[in-house]
């Protein structure tokens, strides 16, 4: 186990609470929800353990329920899962009927609403893209990603296979995936890792605001000094095969200068190799833009697609076109492509375009500015930057005069704004990060948003009185 903060398990008396959009009547955790948490914790390994303990009942739109009558305002969106909000009823209604034909299974056998995922996917995706291959997590379509890098890269020569990611980047937890990852301590595990997985340093200084990104020139330049640097280690440029990045890093909403993406891609393509974007987490509205990789103006090779591609069920996809995605006789899986992730996720695509998400997503961005800017303005010794577009912000916090992350800070912070009804992202890296579904009403952003802002002033206050 380690050693991080842990959040209270005693049930304690908390402050009664009851607006438009939360309440909590009964101490938390709930007494009554604590034989649910305690089976959970014997029986599953801790990191599975260690979230806010509230146990879900039931979770509509930008709100969730448990049995108790206690009702937070979600800023996790089920971890950036649920853009067009919890329980949307466009989607039941779909899986509903899929239910009751019925038909939950169907291997990768031709099935009605895949090929209307398939074609509205390619639909939505940019115009020399004309292929999808569809699979259940995010790690997997990294995975495939990379696969699909290398085995193009191969066929120019044998030892084109080396992949770009940077530091600071998450892939997902497989092995592949995990090697992008650019977490050391998270690799740890791997002992060797795959010495042709080459990560460059995050070139964004995530204690600096955002301003950073559009300097281009500054962006190109530091990514030629990266380059050479990897020619000085003995990386030949020509056996690159491709290159990985999340429009922005997830812990920090950290979006990458804009020159130096440019420069990446020219480098790519000049060299026969792929960009792939990672819009697990950045996709399908999340940023303001449908794919977060539009704020830097490059084409990409593949876009890899989770989380909020289904908007609830398991579902994850690559994008690409055909001479990338029909050279490999291995792209299907067990459940890639099942029935009801498929069928929610054609009522969710169709559903954030009629609703215009995701230019909905870009307007209540003004909200989030805002709002960070204000907690920035209120705790300037210990918020020193934020990040973020769209629906997805972050401020940086640290120990106050240093550089070092404040972890526990961050995590007493979310505990009380959990006590007041707010269900927000533990990212364990000292950063407040919040991702509401697209579909939150302006004023419940802003009453979660306050409560971020009381509870870090009392969090702080507490501390004061302590030291
Ligand atoms: C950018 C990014 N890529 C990949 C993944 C992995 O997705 P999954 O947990 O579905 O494997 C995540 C998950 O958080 C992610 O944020």
Redesign the pocket.
């Known amino acids: 186990m380690s050693e991080e903060y842990l959040f209270h398990r005693q049930p304690k008396e908390v402050p009664l609470i009851e607006t438009k959009h939360r309440r909590i009547r009964t101490m938390i955790p709930v007494p009554e929800s604590m034989e649910i948490i305690e089976r959970s914790v014997k029986y599953e390994p801790w990191s599975m353990n260690h979230q806010l303990y509230a146990v879900w009942d039931k979770a509509v739109d930008y709100q969730v329920f448990d049995r108790w009558g206690n009702i937070w305002i979600d800023f996790s969106s089920g971890?950036?899962v649920t853009n067009t909000g919890h329980g949307n009823p466009a989607m039941v209604e779909a899986i509903r009927e899929m239910i009751d034909k019925p038909l939950l299974n169907s291997y990768y056998y031709f099935l009605e609403q895949r090929s209307l995922l398939s074609e509205q996917l390619v639909k939505m995706s940019p115009k020399h893209m004309d292929k999808v291959f569809l699979l259940?997590?995010?790690?997997?379509?990294?995975e495939c990603a990379m696969k699909l890098c290398r085995i193009r890269g191969r066929k120019k020569n044998p030892d084109k296979v080396g992949m770009l990611a940077f530091s600071g980047?998450?892939?997902?937890?497989?092995l592949g995936?995990q090697t992008m990852s650019g977490k050391p301590a998270a690799q740890a595990w791997i002992g060797r890792p795959d010495p042709y997985i080459y990560h460059l340093p995050c070139p964004t200084d995530p204690f600096r605001d955002m301003d950073q990104i559009y300097d281009e020139e500054a962006g190109r330049q530091k990514f030629q000094e990266d380059i050479e640097n990897l020619q000085k280690q003995g990386v030949d440029p020509d056996t690159i095969a491709g290159a990985i990045f999340?429009p922005y890093q997830?812990w920090a909403a950290l979006f990458y200068p804009i020159g130096y993406i440019k420069a990446l891609r020219e480098f790519l393509t000049e060299r026969g190799a792929l960009l792939v974007s990672?819009?697990?987490?950045?996709g399908f509205g999340r940023t303001g833009k449908l794919f977060g990789y539009e704020y830097y103006g490059v084409d990409v090779d593949l876009i890899?697609c989770?989380?909020a591609v289904s908007g609830a069920l398991?579902l994850?996809a690559v994008l690409g076109n055909r001479e990338i995605l029909d050279v490999d006789g291995s792209l299907n899986s067990t459940h890639g492509g099942s029935p009801l992730p498929v069928t929610s996720a054609l009522a969710n695509l169709k559903y954030l375009e009629a609703e215009h998400l995701v230019e909905k997503a870009k307007e209540k961005e003004k909200i989030l500015k805002e709002k960070f800017s204000e907690l920035k303005d209120r705790f300037p010794d210990r918020v020193v930057s934020i990040h973020g577009m769209g629906m997805a912000y972050a401020a940086i916090v640290v120990k106050p005069g240093t550089r070092e992350l404040d972890v526990e800070l961050v995590d007493r912070i979310i505990e009380r704004a959990f006590e007041k009804g707010l269900m927000s992202i533990r990212t364990m890296t000292g950063t407040i990060k919040v991702g509401p579904p697209l579909t939150i009403p302006e004023d419940a952003l802003i009453e979660g948003m306050d409560i971020v802002i009381e509870s870090m002033g009392e969090i702080i206050a507490e501390q004061d009185g302590r030291a």
Do not use: L, M, W
């Open positions: 971890i950036f259940t997590t995010g790690a997997e379509s990294t980047a998450f892939h997902g937890k497989t995936a999340e997830g990672d819009e697990v987490q950045a890899c989770g989380k398991p994850s």
